[in-house]
């Protein structure tokens, strides 16, 4: 039996305006607001070579130029940080510029998530492939990216990124019906719906933003006409992998329970940083003696 080959290469979408952000998007793309003091951006990227992929395709768009300026080299703020001896800042800013092989396509028309994976479609090729959205940021502690890896390569075809919410949020989600299987955490995939209604959800597992796709999903993609919202779905064309194994292998999902920081609202965005600062050796222990006052006061007036 031949072996599956290798995944190497990650597709990062972020050709999104990030309208739910303006002002602050205006002119400053959304994957670069910062979360504590790195672009949420550059906590996606790291989480792909953290899992063996080096070779990184970002989908951006108009107004996007920021994210390849970040993982660019910046010869003047170098030269500069190294003439006043602050290595530690100087090792900061050559981080993002070391981290990957990056390579950047635009998508001209936004047409939805699926037709950004479809941009990918010329760099890929004929392998396998994660794609990762960058309003969820996985703890690393958590390698939920490696266990899809290591699912896809078990049983060949798509795996999918789920998460059990609660019944009146799936609304909110791409939706997955599923079967067990031998491992307690990784389930058969056997439809998908996006942001269903509560009562028409087949369960309560939402998809949230990592994939690792078989590339016979390209040509579904390009057959695949618009769905919800008028944009071409990603859910859709995974609901026709899942309906037919003999088009591109079965469809499994990994069930997520480790530390999820959701950067897609403003209110998630900005626990995400309060939860992250609080776990940082460096900014954590003032913080959290800040932050205890800060409520325990905030409790107090409320109660007076």
């Known amino acids: 039996m031949a072996s599956r080959p290798t995944i190497s290469k990650a597709v990062i979408p972020a050709a999104g305006l990030g309208t739910r952000f303006l002002p602050a998007t205006k002119a400053t793309p959304k994957e670069m607001l910062p979360v504590v003091d790195k672009p949420a951006i550059q906590y996606v990227v790291e989480e792909a070579v953290s899992a063996g992929l080096d070779d990184v395709l970002m989908i951006t768009g108009r107004n996007k130029r920021p994210l390849e300026d970040h993982f660019d080299r910046n010869y003047e703020l170098e030269s500069a940080l190294e003439k006043k001896g602050d290595a530690e800042r100087l090792a900061k800013v050559q981080e993002s510029s070391d981290l990957a092989t990056m390579h950047y396509v635009r998508q001209g028309d936004p047409r939805g998530l699926g037709h950004a994976v479809l941009c990918a479609a010329p760099h890929v090729g004929h392998e396998p492939f994660a794609v990762l959205l960058g309003d969820d940021l996985i703890d690393p502690r958590d390698p939920l990216l490696a266990r899809m890896i290591e699912i896809q390569e078990q049983h060949g075809g798509s795996v999918v990124a789920l998460m059990e919410v609660a019944p009146e949020q799936i609304h909110l989600y791409g939706c997955a019906a599923v079967e067990a299987t031998a491992d307690a955490d990784v389930v058969k995939v056997t439809g998908l719906v996006e942001k269903p209604d509560p009562a028409d959800a087949p369960s309560n597992y939402?998809?949230?933003?990592?994939?690792?796709?078989?590339?016979?999903?390209?040509?579904?993609?390009?057959?695949?006409?618009?769905?919800?919202?008028?944009?071409?779905?990603?859910?859709?064309?995974?609901?026709?992998?899942?309906?037919?194994?003999?088009?591109?292998?079965?469809?499994?999902?990994?069930?997520?329970?480790?530390?999820?920081?959701?950067?897609?609202?403003?209110?998630?965005?900005?626990?995400?940083?309060?939860?992250?600062?609080?776990?940082?050796?460096?900014?954590?222990?003032?913080?959290?003696?800040?932050?205890?006052?800060?409520?325990?006061?905030?409790?107090?007036?409320?109660?007076?």
């Open 206 to 304: 939402a998809i949230i933003g990592r994939y690792v796709l078989d590339p016979h999903v390209f040509d579904i993609l390009r057959k695949t006409e618009p769905g919800r919202g008028g944009e071409i779905q990603l859910t859709d064309a995974l609901q026709q992998l899942a309906q037919d194994e003999k088009v591109g292998g079965p469809v499994h999902g990994v069930v997520f329970k480790g530390r999820r920081y959701d950067t897609g609202d403003r209110g998630d965005y900005l626990r995400a940083i309060v939860r992250l600062a609080c776990e940082r050796e460096d900014l954590g222990p003032d913080f959290r003696t800040w932050l205890r006052g800060y409520v325990g006061q905030e409790l107090m007036d409320d109660n007076a």
